[in-house]
Structure formats: structure tokens, C-alpha cells
């Protein structure tokens, strides 16, 4: 039962990923662009958690912990560049 879940979770977070890269390449403003990338990051934290889960590997959730902290720093960077234009 874990395993068919386990698939469900992996499919449904694949179908996420490419709703938001849609939005990424077609999104009409750089702001639209930047929320979804943010949400590819999200995802692809998710994405990792998963992995980690199923290879049985706590060192994949380090890596997602730093992948999300660098994946903040960056989105409010690019807000910010877009907000001031700095």
C-alpha cells in the first residue's frame, strides 16, 4: 500500500512540475515567471524528499534542506532586482 502511495505522490508531483514549468516559459510578466520558478523549486525539494524516502537516505534531506535555503536567497534576490531594478 506504501508503494502504490509512494508512485501516486511521485506522479502527482511530476504533473505539478510541469504545470509550473508551463507557467515559467508562457507566464506573461517577469514576476509570474519568478513565482514559478519558485514553485519548481518547491517541487523539485519535494522531489528529493521523495527520493530519499524511497532510496532509504537521510543525507538526500540535507541536500533539500540547502537546495531550499539557496532557492530563497535566490527568489529574493531576482524580487528584489526586479522590484528596485538594482
Do not use: H, N, W
Not at 502511495?5 to 508551463?22: G, I, N, S
Not at 535566490?74 to 528584489?80: E, F, S, Y
Amino acid at each position: 500500500m506504501v508503494d502504490v502511495l509512494v508512485q501516486v505522490a511521485a506522479a502527482l508531483t511530476c504533473a505539478a512540475f510541469c504545470l509550473a514549468l508551463y507557467r515559467f516559459l508562457k507566464g506573461p510578466s517577469p514576476s509570474d515567471r519568478v513565482v514559478a520558478f519558485d514553485v519548481m523549486t518547491i517541487i523539485a525539494v519535494t522531489a528529493i524528499v521523495q527520493i530519499a524516502y524511497a532510496e532509504g537516505r537521510g543525507i538526500y534531506l540535507d541536500v533539500a534542506l540547502v537546495y531550499a535555503l539557496l532557492s530563497f536567497l535566490g527568489v529574493i534576490v531576482v524580487a528584489r532586482y526586479l522590484e528596485r531594478g538594482l
